[in-house]
């Protein structure tokens, strides 16, 4: 089992930046990509940002130049910084571990953080 545990969302302003991070707890070995996605009202939920354990990145389109994943595998943990902030950014926020189980990621889930870009 692996745990997740999200913090950093909040209100912030169209061009303003927040960092949200997420600490894994368990069977942390097994773990292999970390990332987030998120789910605005009325929206299908979309992967944001993933990385893998060895440093490698993948964003979605909409957030690339703006958005940067991370991660500290001495720390399990992920981050995202966001950057120049758009109200089409809000969202709930989730972080994802994906275990290794065989030949596939078993995806681990956080419990979600709003972040909320208005005026």
């Known amino acids: 089992q692996v745990q997740l545990v999200e913090s950093g969302g909040g209100l912030v302003q169209p061009g303003g930046s927040l960092r949200l991070s997420c600490a894994a707890s368990g069977r942390i070995f097994s773990i292999n990509t970390m990332g987030w996605y998120r789910q605005a009202p009325g929206k299908q939920r979309e992967l944001v940002a993933a990385i893998t354990r060895g440093g490698r990145p993948n964003y979605l389109d909409s957030v690339k130049g703006r958005f940067t994943i991370s991660r500290d595998n001495a720390k399990n943990t992920v981050y995202l910084q966001m950057n120049n902030l758009k109200p089409e950014d809000t969202a709930v926020y989730y972080c994802?571990?994906?275990?290794?189980?065989?030949?596939?990621?078993?995806?681990?889930w956080g419990q979600g953080t709003q972040v909320t870009v208005s005026s």
């Open positions: 994802y571990a994906g275990a290794v189980n065989g030949l596939f990621e078993s995806p681990y």
